[in-house]
T-cell receptor, first 111, second 112 residues
């Protein structure tokens, strides 16, 4: 069965710290994609990015960067110089005919 | 307005009552799904559909029914509400899952 694991339940950092969130997708597929979503305190789900497992290069968008580590089958999401507005729950999910979400990582950024 | 529309936004039910949460999209999306999110938890799949007339169960289907008679609508029915169904419900749709899903704004349901 396919399973999405976000082992980090909650992370707290002080503003301007870098923080990395991890996601592992267990599947028999040799290549696959993963979505990242952000859910701020207001509750809506915001799509951030789609990443694939066959490209280990970093993808960077502003303060956000993503990469895939083949050795651990882990998708990493890094926020550089975190800000209070980054406080949210971050989910990952593979783009299947339905979304199977990880349990999410709650990020709290303190001023 | 293009997007996924969920109604109502808030609802309070008494135990044993039934109701239907509405989800509608005008983007001609074949893929639609329902999720529930309990406080401090992730989103769990209730039911999903890959096209009109086709539905399937997700992780937590008990106590809920769905039907998909049109491409646009995917209502979620609570047969006999229980306090354990107190949650926020999200509906999502997609034309091609690879390109992403669009989410509704959610329905906050409280069962007393």
């Amino acid at each position: 069965a396919q399973k999405v694991t976000q082992a980090q339940t909650e992370i707290s950092v002080v503003e301007k710290e870098d923080v990395t969130l991890d996601c592992v997708y267990e599947t028999r597929d040799t290549t696959y994609y993963l979505f990242w979503y952000k859910q701020p305190p207001s509750g809506e789900l915001v799509f951030l990015i789609r990443r694939n497992s066959f490209d280990e290069q970093n993808e960077i968008s502003g303060r956000y960067s993503w990469n895939f580590q083949k050795s651990t089958s882990s998708f990493n999401f890094t926020i550089t110089a975190s800000q209070v507005v980054d406080s949210a729950v971050y989910f990952c999910a593979p783009p299947l005919d339905k979304l199977i979400f990880g349990t999410g990582t709650r990020l709290q950024v303190f001023p | 307005n293009a997007g996924v529309t969920q109604t109502p936004k808030f609802q309070v039910l008494k135990t044993g009552q039934s109701m239907t949460l509405q989800c509608a999209q005008d983007m001609n999306h074949e893929y639609m799904s329902w999720y529930r999110q309990d406080p401090g938890m992730g989103l769990r799949l209730i039911h999903y559909s890959v096209g009109a007339g086709i539905t399937d169960q997700g992780e937590v289907p008990n106590g809920y029914n769905v039907s998909r008679s049109t491409t646009e609508d995917f209502p979620l029915r609570l047969l006999s509400a229980a306090p354990s169904q107190t949650s926020v419900y999200f509906c999502a749709s997609s034309y091609v899952p690879f390109y992403g899903y669009t989410f509704g704004s959610g329905t906050r349901l409280t069962v007393v």
